[in-house]
Each structure stands twice: as C-alpha cells, then as structure tokens.
C-alpha cells in the first residue's frame, strides 16, 4: 500500500547520526512481558515491570529530546501492545520514505497499525512492505549503505524486496546469532568513521567486513546485556546512553563524543533501549 505523496520534506532519513528533528516515541502506559521473547526478558520475568517507573524514566527521555530541540511526536499507547514503547521495530525512514514494518512476533503484531493510522491522519506517505517480516531494529542506514540484520525477525525474502524498492542502495544483509533479538542490539553506527559492536553475535568475516568501514568501538557481554551498544545518536556528536554502561560511555567520551546520560533501566528490562525507542522521521 503507497499512500500519494503530499509533501516530500516530512520525511527524510540518510543516517544514524544527522542531526535528529523529528522522532517518534510512544510512553509504556501498558508495558509487560507477557511472553518472552528475548534472553533479557528471560531474566526479567518475575520481576516483570515498574509502568510508573518505566513512565518516568520514559518522560525524562522525552525531555531530554526536548531539551536538544527534537520535536516528539507521541503514538496512542494501546492496552494491546505490550511492547509498543519499542517504536523503531514499526517503521523506519530510509532517505525519503517512510517504510511500516511486517512483525513477525504475534505479539507485536497490530502496532503497525496504530503508526499506520496516525500517518493517515497527517497525510504523511508510507510505503508497507507485505507478506515478508521486517522490524525497524534490524535496519542500520548510512548514507546510502543500508545493513539490515537477519534473523527471526527480518527475513532474506523482505531484504530482497526492499532491494526492489530502493535500487539505488546498498543493502547489506547481517547475519547474527538470534538470540540479541535486533541488529541494533549488537551493532549500531555512530558517524562515517565510528560504530559500536558486539562482536559475538556476529560470524568473524562480518566483523572484519564492517572494521574495513568503520573503527570498531566493542562492547564487552556485560554492557551488551544491558543494551551498551543501542545508543541514540542525536547529531552534533550528541549520544544518549545509559549511565550503567560505565565503559561503553568512557570510549565514547574518548572518541569526542558528548555523552548525554538517562536512567533507562527499567525500560531496557524488556530488551531494548534509546535506539529502539525512538523511530527518526526527519534527520538532517
């Protein structure tokens, strides 16, 4: 389904890293693990999650994309969709479309179409790519250079069709080992020269493809865990990051980075952080 295109400059994508103007985040009003589905959630079912804890460290998020001059636009939270505060996984921008995601997890199915419906309503234009699973997770844009993970949650087959779709990228599918669930939960690009790795998720010839592209920041098991490399770039060398994830902001720092540290900590029990939460419409 393509909606006609009313306004080209709504939308526009062409990094990880350009400086973040428009983003989209949905408040964990009705967050939970219902169903595990990740090696975090494992750990955290009994405890499950504090929703006024996971509010509040949620709004200073917010505000803190506020304070850097990014205007927020906030989807409905729905009882449905225990998940939905993970707003990357529904849609990503690549260039200037704006593409909603195929989930292939049952319970995050439908999320797509609360997005769906508020693109609607403000006659932005979509493209949705059908029958092929594919989350926003999973897709890393630099430049032209697009990576996408594979894994349970985005096939081969949806690949191959958004190849169709933007022939004139490069898409560069990443197999990793599916149990870090996304691609940006071990890997993420920071500027033209700089990414964060979790090498072990990844076949050893990957990791010394992308150390030819970029210089490879690691981030040891530990901070993994706790989402070390999903850091939000925000432009200007501006990075959000969890203030747990000591050594992961230590190098960033090192790198000339401006590390902005928030609380995630309840949030990031349900296996995703920054990046996952924010879906990016418009970067410059």
């Known amino acids: ?43 955290y079912i009994n405890d499950n999650i504090d929703r006024s804890l996971a509010i509040s460290q949620h709004q200073m998020f917010e505000q803190t994309l506020r ?7 906030k989807l409905r939270p729905s009882k449905n969709h225990p998940e939905q505060v993970f707003t990357r996984d529904i849609g990503f921008t690549l260039g200037n479309c704006l593409f909603i995601s195929e989930m292939a997890n049952p319970i995050r199915q439908g999320e797509e179409k609360v997005l769906a419906q508020w693109m609607n309503e403000h006659d932005i234009s979509y493209k949705k790519l059908s029958m092929y ?11 032209k250079r697009v990576f996408i993970g594979i894994s349970h949650r985005t096939s081969m087959e949806a690949v191959q069709a958004l190849q169709r779709e ?18 940006d939960c071990v890997f993420n690009v920071l500027s033209p020269k700089d990414a964060l790795i979790y090498p072990d998720a990844l076949d050893s010839k990957i990791v010394d493809r992308l150390s030819s592209m970029y210089h490879l920041i690691e981030v040891s098991e530990s901070e993994q865990f706790s989402m070390g490399t999903n850091v939000l770039s925000i432009g200007h060398n501006r990075v959000i990051s969890l203030p747990i994830n000591h050594e992961v902001n230590h190098q960033l720092r090192q790198h000339g980075y401006q590390v902005l540290e928030v609380d995630f900590s309840e949030i990031i029990k349900s296996g995703g952080s920054f990046r996952c939460c924010s879906m990016p419409i418009v970067r410059h």
């Open 67 to 73: 304070n850097a001059g990014v205007e927020v636009i």
């Open 133 to 143: 699973p594919i989350e926003g997770g999973d897709v890393i844009v630099d430049g």
């Open 166 to 183: 933007l022939p004139d990228f490069e898409i560069i599918p990443i197999p990793f080992t599916p149990k870090y669930l996304h691609l």
């Open 1 to 43: 389904m393509v909606k006609i295109i009313q306004d080209q400059f709504q939308i526009h994508c062409q990094s990880e890293y350009g400086t973040l103007q428009k983003v989209v985040l949905c408040e964990p009003q009705y967050m939970e693990i219902k169903e595990v589905i990740n090696d975090v959630q494992k750990k």
